[in-house]
Nanobody
Framework: QVQLVESGGGLVQPGGSLRLSCAAS????????MGWYRQAPGKQRELVAT???????NYADSVKGRFTISRDNAKMTGYLQMNSLKPEDTAVYYC???????????????WGQGTQVTVSS
């Protein structure tokens, strides 16, 4: 099993910044990819950003140039730096991690519990 603990959400004014963290723990061989998704009230969960084991990243068009995803492999922790926040960024943000439990196993995905981000004046 894999546990993901998210932190860093909160209330921020438009134009402000927040940094989300996602710490992974448990029994696994490697982390293949980490990603952040968000879900606003009444909307479907959507991809925000992903980072793969080789360091390649992918962003939703709505956050390009404002958000930066990164990871610290030694700490098994992923981050989402969010700058120039807008009210439309308000949502519950979820961490997703794809891990390989042992050599040759099929990668499996896990979700964090979510952290609320509210952008409002």
């Amino acid at each position: 099993q894999v546990q993901l603990v998210e932190s860093g959400g909160g209330l921020v004014q438009p134009g402000g910044s927040l940094r989300l963290s996602c710490a992974a723990s448990g029994s696994f061989l490697s982390i293949n990819a980490m990603g952040w998704y968000r879900q606003a009230p009444g909307k479907q969960r959507e991809l925000v950003a992903t980072i793969h084991s080789g360091g390649s990243t992918n962003y939703a068009d709505s956050v390009k140039g404002r958000f930066t995803i990164s990871r610290d492999n030694a700490k098994m922790t992923g981050y989402l730096q969010m700058n120039s926040l807008k009210p439309e960024d308000t949502a519950v943000y979820y961490c997703n991690t794809i891990v390989q439990h042992w050599l040759g196993s099929t990668p499996r995905g896990y979700w964090g519990q979510g952290t609320q981000v509210t952008v409002s004046s």
